[in-house]
């Protein structure tokens, strides 16, 4: 089975947009969507939810005012500053690490798990996806998005289907580092601009950290040939492939409104076509890769 | 004051807001970027670099001529970040969270801390601008640390601008917990108002006033428009989509030098932005 992550390093560069793009061409896939910080996929698929499942990592502390006779102890020992002068655990702060737990004399403080989001099967007009919400303010994103990619990958066995592709996170963090790990082969959604270059740059050494090889491709590239040229000489120089570039199309915003991939919007455009042609080529390199 | 600068969404303009109203303020103003594992601040600032300083975290080390393999390390770890396997005490550190309960525990005294590099702090100055931004090291996760420290550098005596990371989650709120205002900068799409709305839950969880900066007002529908007005979030600052604004920022110049005429309005913006937290 292949497994196509698509990133970017800085946001906004188009990765969402692009991805709902390739669905429209791609066959016997499953999409799942990784950014489980801010998913935006679902924006443009409409899946109709199938299974809906809790999320749980983590512990949070609870202290028991009944119990507690305000010795200090916890508040000397927590390290985050969680446990207010009324004691009382914000929980915002709390690690989860249960050192006052382990400690509290009078096992006033309770444990419970946390249920941080939720993940969900769906069905959409191009096929089954798996995506997910963590909650506001949570932690544990890292493994929210293993979770996904795992059902993601088991709904693909289970239904006879050899391709995945998959929204990952922006950054070069915990998520995105959950997100890469194992892939086949990423694809880096960039914008020729000093801070698209520097963060495609930082994802690069990122894949190349854990290994998994890289793709390219430069978004509304025409808003600066120079940094194109340059993010594609780089990419060239470290080995990965450059599938192709997208002009500055207002169309991706148009089409997004509407609730519609581009292909969707206007399957006979320039712009269409350009992106058939990529797709083309990194199912190639994908197939290649694995 | 302190004014974070957060989105939800990636890509709306956080860094392009949170440069240029710093520079505007000029003279006792203070950037800091959060934003660890991307930082950008600096692409268009171009700072002077005063320190770089290696940040690091606290994670155990076991002498093992003390350890009596008793395991209670183990059991106290949430993180997995230590296990006793037959005759051995193997630590990962990358998982450790630093919460010292491992140490803590110890009855043999077998436990103490050395230094893990996450990554890196820089403070400068471009003018009477000061600056300091945070870089995690390429295959590190615990962003939120080094967040802390970059926020140490906070100067109470000046406006401090900080640019906060893309999302939700924790990095974010490490960056906006205990600032004075929160200025989100979203743009008029989907993608763009579905964000805003996890971020203003969030500013709404952390009790922080908020307003709202709407970049390339022009570029999809009026639905950001409705929900502003729906939860009452300020429109303090709209900037149509301008092709010489895209094209000036893909080469890394500020908004301010290319168009002076939006340094006015940068302080337009904060004046609103002190009337409403001060309120």
């Given at each position: 089975?292949?497994?196509?992550?698509?990133?970017?390093?800085?946001?906004?560069?188009?990765?969402?947009?692009?991805?709902?793009?390739?669905?429209?061409?791609?066959?016997?896939?499953?999409?799942?969507?990784?950014?489980?910080d801010a998913?935006?996929?679902?924006?443009?698929?409409?899946?109709?939810?199938?299974?809906?499942?809790?999320?749980?990592?983590?512990?949070?502390?609870?202290?028991?005012?009944?119990?507690?006779?305000?010795?200090?102890?916890?508040?000397?020992?927590?390290?985050?500053?969680?446990?207010?002068?009324?004691?009382?655990?914000d929980p915002i702060a709390?690690?989860?690490?249960?050192?006052?737990?382990?400690?509290?004399?009078?096992?006033?403080?309770?444990?419970?798990?946390?249920?941080?989001?939720?993940?969900?099967?769906?069905?959409?007009?191009?096929?089954?996806?798996?995506?997910?919400?963590?909650g506001i303010a949570e932690e544990?994103?890292?493994?929210?998005?293993?979770?996904?990619?795992?059902?993601?990958?088991?709904?693909?066995?289970?239904?006879?289907?050899?391709?995945?592709?998959?929204?990952?996170?922006?950054g070069?963090?915990?998520?995105?580092?959950?997100?890469?790990?194992?892939?086949?082969?990423?694809?880096?959604?960039?914008?020729?601009?000093?801070?698209?270059?520097?963060?495609?740059?930082?994802?690069?050494?990122?894949?190349?950290?854990?290994?998994?090889?890289?793709?390219?491709?430069?978004?509304?590239?025409?808003?600066?040939?120079?940094?194109?040229?340059?993010?594609?000489?780089?990419?060239?120089?470290?080995?990965?492939?450059?599938?192709?570039?997208?002009?500055?199309?207002?169309?991706?915003?148009?089409?997004?409104?509407?609730?519609?991939?581009?292909?969707?919007?206007?399957?006979?455009?320039?712009?269409?076509?350009?992106?058939?042609?990529?797709?083309?080529?990194?199912?190639?390199?994908?197939?290649?890769?694995? | 004051m302190i004014i974070s600068i957060a989105s939800g969404k990636g890509?709306t303009?956080k860094t392009?807001i949170a440069?240029?109203l710093?520079?505007?303020?000029?003279?006792?103003?203070?950037i800091l970027d959060c934003d660890v594992e991307?930082?950008?601040?600096?692409?268009?600032?171009?700072?002077?670099?005063?320190?770089?300083?290696?940040?690091?975290?606290?994670?155990?080390?076991?002498?093992?001529?003390?350890?009596?393999?008793?395991?209670?390390?183990?059991?106290?770890?949430?993180?997995?970040?230590?296990?006793?396997?037959?005759?051995?005490?193997?630590?990962?550190?990358?998982?450790?969270?630093?919460?010292?309960?491992?140490?803590?525990?110890?009855?043999?005294?077998?436990?103490?801390?050395?230094?893990?590099?996450?990554?890196?702090?820089?403070?400068?100055?471009?003018?009477?601008?000061?600056?300091?931004?945070g870089?995690?090291?390429?295959?590190?996760?615990?962003a939120p640390p080094l967040i802390k420290k970059v926020r140490t550098?906070a100067?109470?005596?000046?406006?401090t601008i900080i640019d906060a990371p893309p999302g939700t989650s924790c990095p974010v709120i490490t960056a906006m917990a205990d600032t004075d205002f929160v200025l989100l900068v979203t743009?008029?799409?989907?993608?763009?108002?579905?964000d805003l709305k996890l971020a203003v839950g969030a500013v709404k969880m952390l009790g922080i006033p908020a307003g709202l900066v709407?970049?390339?007002?022009?570029?999809?529908?009026?639905?950001?428009?409705?929900?502003?007005?729906?939860?009452?979030l300020?429109?303090?600052?709209?900037?149509?989509?301008?092709?010489?604004?895209?094209?000036?920022?893909?080469?890394?110049?500020?908004?301010?030098?290319?168009?002076?005429?939006?340094?006015?309005?940068?302080?337009?913006?904060?004046?609103?932005i002190?009337?409403i937290a001060?309120?």
């Amino acid at each position: 089975m292949d497994e196509l992550i698509v990133i970017s390093g800085k946001g906004g560069t188009g990765k969402t947009s692009l991805l709902a793009a390739f669905a429209s061409f791609a066959k016997n896939k499953v999409l799942c969507d990784a950014d489980v910080d801010a998913a935006d996929l679902h924006l443009i698929m409409s899946p109709a939810v199938r299974e809906q499942h809790d999320f749980q990592s983590g512990r949070s502390a609870v202290i028991n005012t009944d119990k507690c006779t305000e010795c200090g102890l916890c508040r000397d020992l927590c390290r985050f500053e969680s446990i207010s002068e009324t004691y009382e655990v914000d929980p915002i702060a709390c690690e989860g690490c249960g050192v006052c737990v382990y400690f509290c004399p009078e096992k006033a403080i309770d444990f419970p798990i946390n249920t941080c989001g939720q993940w969900f099967k769906s069905d959409t007009r191009f096929g089954p996806m798996v995506h997910a919400r963590l909650g506001i303010a949570e932690e544990n994103s890292g493994k929210l998005v293993s979770l996904v990619r795992k059902e993601a990958r088991d709904l693909a066995t289970q239904k006879g289907l050899d391709l995945l592709i998959t929204d990952g996170p922006p950054g070069v963090g915990c998520p995105v580092i959950a997100s890469i790990g194992g892939a086949s082969a990423v694809l880096i959604v960039t914008e020729p601009t000093v801070s698209g270059k520097h963060d495609m740059q930082r994802v690069v050494q990122l894949a190349n950290f854990f290994k998994v090889p890289a793709m390219v491709c430069v978004n509304k590239f025409d808003l600066n040939l120079d940094v194109t040229r340059d993010i594609e000489n780089f990419s060239k120089l470290n080995g990965l492939k450059v599938v192709g570039r997208i002009p500055f199309d207002p169309v991706f915003t148009k089409a997004m409104v509407n609730g519609h991939t581009v292909i969707e919007y206007d399957d006979s455009s320039q712009l269409a076509k350009k992106i058939k042609e990529i797709w083309k080529r990194v199912l190639l390199n994908l197939k290649s890769a694995s | 004051m302190i004014i974070s600068i957060a989105s939800g969404k990636g890509g709306t303009g956080k860094t392009t807001i949170a440069t240029n109203l710093a520079v505007s303020l000029g003279n006792g103003a203070q950037i800091l970027d959060c934003d660890v594992e991307e930082p950008n601040a600096h692409l268009f600032l171009n700072p002077l670099l005063d320190k770089t300083e290696a940040i690091t975290i606290p994670v155990p080390e076991i002498d093992k001529d003390k350890c009596n393999l008793c395991g209670k390390c183990a059991d106290i770890c949430q993180f997995k970040a230590i296990v006793v396997i037959a005759k051995t005490v193997l630590t990962f550190h990358e998982l450790c969270h630093s919460c010292g309960g491992c140490m803590a525990v110890c009855p043999e005294n077998a436990i103490t801390e050395v230094g893990r590099e996450l990554g890196t702090l820089q403070i400068g100055h471009r003018d009477n601008l000061k600056f300091a931004d945070g870089k995690l090291k390429v295959g590190e996760a615990m962003a939120p640390p080094l967040i802390k420290k970059v926020r140490t550098c906070a100067d109470p005596k000046r406006i401090t601008i900080i640019d906060a990371p893309p999302g939700t989650s924790c990095p974010v709120i490490t960056a906006m917990a205990d600032t004075d205002f929160v200025l989100l900068v979203t743009e008029p799409t989907p993608f763009g108002l579905h964000d805003l709305k996890l971020a203003v839950g969030a500013v709404k969880m952390l009790g922080i006033p908020a307003g709202l900066v709407i970049n390339r007002s022009d570029m999809g529908d009026d639905k950001v428009y409705e929900y502003a007005e729906s939860v009452d979030l300020p429109i303090l600052m709209e900037i149509p989509f301008d092709r010489k604004i895209a094209e000036a920022y893909s080469r890394g110049e500020l908004l301010v030098d290319v168009m002076p005429e939006f340094k006015e309005s940068f302080i337009k913006l904060y004046k609103r932005i002190a009337q409403i937290a001060n309120a």
